[in-house]
T-cell receptor, first 112, second 115 residues
Framework: DAKTTQPPSMDCAEGRAANLPCNHS???????VYWYRQIHSQGPQYIIH???NNETNEMASLIITEDRKSSTLILPHATLRDTAVYYC?????????????FGTGTRLTIIP | NAGVMQNPRHLVRRRGQEARLRCSPM?????VYWYRQLPEEGLKFMVY????????ESGMPKERFSAEFPKEGPSILRIQQVVRGDSAAYFC?????????????FGQGTRLTVV
């Protein structure tokens, strides 16, 4: 699976949009981009994933660049409960390839 | 639909004892994964199982650790003769059968403390 690079930490004001970047310059054509977060030692929580089109769900939006070498997770209206470590993961989607390789992630702190 | 259930949530074992961690996947999910998170570190993949089969155990320590996912009942991660270095949070995840970018859902983990 391709390696990802994320900033170690970020702050965001409560109520503003939080934009979390991720570089995955060695991503392959059959690799998806996944985002998970871990709130204070709880189990990781799935947020969103995509292949090449932008995606949106009730939690967040995922913007993937046209060359797929980077992506941005957007939390549109951050709340204090969004304080967590956010992991960007790329992996091949296919039978038997479902394991996730977690890096160090971005520690996002929402400031009141 | 209940989420991934892990028990116990907290487990204390003395050095040399055995630890058994249980994971019940979400209803309809046939794939189970175990991850370990050492204190102040990221999650590391351990093993991937389907019913009665180990698919990928590339992250499992070679000794003392084993995992199973029987036809009936939860998946079990077993650690024999625990040592202090086994103290960690162990997370289980499950996903449905599929090959098109399915997501995995995690349980709340079992925190193992070896004293």
């Amino acid at each position: 699976d391709a390696k990802t690079t994320q900033p170690p930490s970020m702050d965001c004001a409560e109520g503003r949009a939080a934009n979390l970047p991720c570089n995955h310059s060695t991503i392959s054509g059959n690799e998806y981009v996944y985002w998970y977060r871990q709130i204070h030692s709880q189990g990781p929580q799935y947020i969103i994933h995509g292949l090449k089109n932008n995606e949106t769900n009730e939690m967040a939006s995922l913007i993937i660049t046209e060359d797929r070498k980077s992506s941005t997770l957007i939390l549109p209206h951050a709340t204090l409960r969004d304080t967590a470590v956010y992991y960007c993961i790329v992996r091949v989607a296919g039978f038997g390839n479902e394991k996730l390789t977690f890096g160090t992630g971005t520690r996002l702190t929402i400031i009141p | 639909n209940a989420g991934v259930m892990q028990n116990p949530r907290h487990l204390v074992r003395r050095r040399g004892q055995e630890a058994r961690l249980r994971c019940s996947p979400m209803k309809g999910h046939s794939h189970v994964y175990w991850y370990r998170q050492l204190p102040e570190e990221g999650l590391k993949f351990m093993v991937y199982l389907q019913k009665e089969n180990i698919i990928d155990e590339s992250g499992m320590p070679k000794e003392r650790f084993s995992a199973e996912f029987p036809k009936e009942g939860p998946s079990i991660l077993r650690i024999q003769q625990v040592v202090r270095g086994d103290s960690a949070a162990y997370f289980c995840a499950s996903s449905p059968l599929g090959d098109t970018g399915t997501e995995a859902f995690f349980g709340q983990g079992t925190r193992l403390t070896v004293v």
